[in-house]
């Protein structure tokens, strides 16, 4: 499924650096989400954007912060992270409303020194 | 908040042979879903199920939706080594919450050609 793109794919970055996460759906969708995938645990949901809006912040902590800027594109900003943030962060879109599922990006691996 | 249990963790089996995996729940999902994951790769969607008791195939996976839309199950016949990786099931609920997946934490299936 090559709908859903996300970039980069990996990046490395020290605690005080800020970096961004790219995700671009190419599906028609007007939902999008951000997961964060640790191993050994289920999927943890972060944010999720209805027509760009916020309609989920699933208790992340501020050095996260989501950026919907229209229906296609979704952005992470990340800032002065903690080692333990490291993880795969998944990107997931879907149409609004109905039973339509989500469509996964491929992901952008994190790692935080 | 909804918990799904997903079991086995993890599979040895050899080229071939079949295999089945399940998820229950402890609430009512409307909506089971199947993802299997390559490593480095976000989950690709299987199969999504849509009524209680529905069984639906898609080539040699088949999954089912249980009758009390507390469980569901899939399996993939005659093993290939290229079905090795992490599947998962995840539920979708209703009205509300019905934009929200609940994942299990995965089995990793590996085949020994």
């Known amino acids: 499924e090559t709908g859903v793109t996300q970039t980069p794919r990996h990046l490395v970055m020290g605690m005080t650096n800020k970096k961004s996460l790219k995700c671009e759906q190419h599906l028609g969708h007007n939902a999008m989400y951000w997961y964060k995938q640790s191993a050994k645990k289920p999927l943890e949901l972060m944010f999720v954007?209805?027509?760009?809006?916020?309609?989920e912040n699933n208790s992340v902590p501020s050095r996260f912060s989501p950026e919907c800027p229209n229906s296609s594109h979704l952005f992470l900003h990340l800032h002065t992270l903690q080692p333990e943030d490291s993880a795969l962060y998944l990107c997931a879109s879907r149409r609004w409303g109905g039973t339509d599922t989500q469509y996964f990006g491929p992901g952008t691996r994190l790692t935080v020194l | 908040g909804q918990q799904l249990n997903q079991s086995p963790q993890s599979m040895f089996i050899q080229e071939g042979e079949d295999v089945s995996m399940n998820c229950t729940s402890s609430?009512?999902?409307?909506?089971w879903l199947w993802y299997k994951q390559d490593p480095g790769e976000g989950p690709v969607l299987l199969i999504a199920?849509?009524?209680?008791?529905e069984l639906t195939s898609n080539g040699r996976l088949t999954a089912q939706f249980g009758i009390t839309r507390k469980d569901s199950f899939l399996n993939i016949s005659a093993s290939i080594p290229s079905d090795v990786g992490i599947y998962f099931c995840?539920?979708?609920?209703?009205?509300?919450?019905?934009?929200?997946?609940?994942f299990g934490k995965g089995t990793l299936l590996t085949v020994n050609p």
């Open positions: 609430s009512i999902f409307n909506t």
């Open positions: 199920l849509y009524k209680a008791g």
């Open positions: 995840a539920g979708q609920g209703s009205g509300g919450s019905n934009y929200k997946l609940t």
């Open positions: 954007y209805s027509l760009e809006e916020r309609v």
